[in-house]
C-alpha cells in the first residue's frame, strides 16, 4: 500500500530537501539572531496558527493550562480560551500571544506563579522605571486585561499607525535606522518595527525570537532546499547551516526544481550561514596559482599535471578563473592523475547480468535498483561492459539516494527521506504535509535499496517536550 494523502504514517523515514522556482538567484547573509527581523508580517497576523484545542494543549507543560479567571465580559473562561478569543478579535497571532507570555511573565511554563505575573501577563503598560503599584495602570491589570490590550496594542495602535503613517508612535518603520541600546537596527518589516515599539530593548526581543524559533519553526532536516517566500533565495540545508545557492547553473547541476519547498524568512534565520554554493559541479577550476581543480559537490580534486588533464579529455576552454576566496570551504579531494581511471564516474553494464555499475576512480559500486539509477544518473548513458572487464574493479559499498530524497519500499506502508546518507523516519503523515513535502515525489523501490541507508532519527515537529525547560528563556524585556 502507499502512502495517500489521507494515510496517517505509523512510520517513515524522510529529510527534506525542497524548493519551488528561482525568484532571484541570490540569497542573502544573515546571523541566527537577526535584530532586523524579529518575525514576517504574515506570521504575526495569522489568527488561523492554532485552534483553541492545540493552545489548550500547549499550555499543558505549566499552570495555565487549569487556570480560569473572569474575562472582559465578566464571564469566567480558562486562559486557553481568553488567548483564542483574543487572537481572533484583534488580529494577533496566537503563537504571538504565547511567547509574549513568556518572554514578559514566564506564565507558559511556570508551575506556579504569582497572582502578580498573572496580573501583569503581557507586560502591558507596565515602563521600566514602573512599579505594578503605580495608580495609573491599575486599569491594565488583570489577565485578560493584559492579553486584550497588549494585542490591540499591536493591531490598532501601531499596525494602524504604521499603515496610515509609515511608522510608530515613536518613530520607527520599516528600513528606517534607529537605536537600540547602541546597536543600529533597521527594521525589515512592519512587525519587527512593532515588536521594538512595545519592547524598545534589544535583548528582549532577542529572547522572542529564541522563543519563536524553538516553539514554533520547524527545523528542517539536512538535504533541504529551502526558498524564501518574500525574497526567492534559496538555500541548502546542510550540517545545520544553510548555504545560499547563487546561481541557477548551480542549481540544476545538483538539485531539481520539484524539490524546493517555500519557506516564511524566520524559517531560514534558525541556520547560521554556511558557505555558498556558486559553481556548477564537475566545473574545471583555474587558482590563482595556476593549479586546476575538478569539482565534484563539496570537493575539489586537484589535477596534477597538464598531462593527466589532457589524458582525461579536459579542455583549457571550460576552465574557470577562481580566487583563493572562491575555494574556501571546500574540502581536499583526492588527487587526480594521468592514472586515474574515470575520476567523472562512468556507468558500466554487465553485458551477462546487466547489472549496472558506478565506476569512479578505479572503484565500481552496485547499483541496487533501477530507481537509484534514475534518480543519481539521469541522462547518463550505459556502457555495456564484458564481465572480465568489470572483474578488473574493486567493489565499493553501493549508491545510496541522494540527500534530500523521499522513498519507500513498493507494496509498504513505509517511507523514508535521505539525509546525511541516513534514512530518516517521518513521524505521520500530517508531519510530511506539514514540512511542505509532495507526496508525488517519493519513489518506490525495492527493500534492498533502503536498507542499505543506515537508519536515522524520526523527524517531527519541533515540541517542547524535546526541550530542556531550563533553557528556555524566562521573562525579560
Not at 485578560?144 to 510608530?168: H, I, M, P, R
Not at 528600513?175 to 512595545?198: E, F, M
Not at 524564501?228 to 538539485?255: C, H, M
Amino acid at each position: 500500500m502507499r502512502y495517500t494523502k489521507t494515510v496517517m504514517l505509523k512510520r517513515m523515514f524522510a529529510i527534506i530537501l525542497l524548493f519551488t522556482v528561482f525568484a532571484t538567484p541570490f540569497a542573502s547573509s544573515a546571523a541566527v539572531f537577526n535584530p532586523n527581523f524579529l518575525i514576517s508580517d504574515e506570521e504575526f497576523t495569522n489568527i488561523f496558527s492554532m485552534d483553541l484545542g492545540q493552545i489548550q494543549e500547549f499550555l499543558s507543560r505549566g499552570s495555565l493550562a487549569t487556570y480560569m479567571t473572569e474575562d472582559l465580559d465578566g464571564k469566567k473562561r480558562y486562559a486557553a480560551d481568553i488567548i483564542w478569543r483574543t487572537a481572533q478579535r484583534n488580529g494577533v497571532n496566537p503563537q504571538v500571544i504565547l511567547v509574549m507570555l513568556q518572554k514578559e511573565q514566564s506564565l507558559v511554563l511556570d508551575p506556579d506563579p504569582s497572582e502578580d505575573q498573572l496580573d501583569w501577563a503581557m507586560g502591558y503598560a507596565v515602563c521600566d522605571s514602573c512599579t505594578h503599584d503605580d495608580p495609573t495602570i491599575q486599569r491594565f491589570r488583570g489577565f485578560a486585561k493584559q492579553v486584550n490590550s497588549a494585542t490591540l496594542q499591536f493591531s490598532e495602535g501601531y499596525l494602524t499607525d504604521l499603515a496610515a503613517n509609515g511608522e510608530t508612535v515613536t518613530g520607527l518603520a520599516p528600513g528606517q535606522a534607529t537605536l537600540i541600546d547602541d546597536v543600529t537596527v533597521i527594521p525589515a518589516n512592519n512587525a519587527t518595527a512593532a515588536l521594538y515599539t512595545y519592547t524598545p530593548h534589544l535583548h528582549g526581543n532577542q529572547n522572542f525570537v529564541t522563543l519563536w524559533q524553538q516553539w514554533f519553526i520547524r527545523h528542517y532536516p539536512g538535504g533541504s532546499l529551502l526558498q524564501n517566500k518574500e525574497n526567492g533565495a534559496v538555500w541548502l540545508i546542510q550540517y545545520d547551516e544553510r548555504r545560499p545557492i547563487t546561481s541557477r547553473t548551480a542549481f540544476v547541476s545538483r538539485f531539481a526544481d520539484k524539490n524546493i519547498i517555500s519557506v516564511d524568512p524566520s524559517e531560514l534565520e534558525v541556520y547560521p550561514i554556511g558557505s555558498p554554493i556558486s559553481l556548477p559541479n564537475y566545473s574545471l577550476l583555474h587558482a590563482e596559482n595556476g593549479d586546476i581543480y575538478l569539482l565534484v559537490d563539496d570537493a575539489i580534486r586537484h589535477i596534477t599535471s597538464m598531462e593527466a588533464f589532457r589524458s582525461i579529455g579536459f579542455n583549457t576552454d571550460d576552465l574557470i578563473d577562481v580566487t583563493e576566496d572562491d575555494l574556501q570551504g571546500y574540502t581536499l579531494g583526492e588527487p587526480i592523475t594521468s592514472d586515474s581511471l574515470y575520476p567523472q564516474g562512468v556507468l558500466l553494464q554487465d553485458t551477462k547480468t546487466g547489472g549496472v555499475f558506478y565506476v569512479e576512480n578505479g572503484e565500481k559500486f552496485p547499483i541496487l535498483s533501477r530507481e537509484i539509477l534514475t534518480a543519481r544518473f539521469v541522462g547518463r548513458p550505459l556502457i555495456p561492459t564484458k564481465p572480465s572487464e568489470l572483474d578488473v574493479y574493486p567493489k565499493g559499498n553501493p549508491v545510496l539516494f541522494s540527500d534530500g530524497t523521499l522513498m519507500g519500499v513498493k507494496g509498504s506502508p513505509e517511507v523514508f527521506f535521505i539525509s546525511e546518507g541516513k534514512r530518516r523516519p517521518i513521524l505521520n503523515g500530517t508531519i510530511f504535509e506539514t514540512f511542505g513535502w509532495k507526496w508525488e515525489n517519493v519513489i518506490w523501490t525495492n527493500e534492498a535499496s533502503i536498507l542499505v541507508h543506515p537508519l536515522g532519527s524520526v523527524i517531527s515537529n519541533t515540541t517542547m517536550e524535546e526541550m530542556d525547560p531550563t533553557e528556555i528563556l524566562t521573562a525579560s524585556r
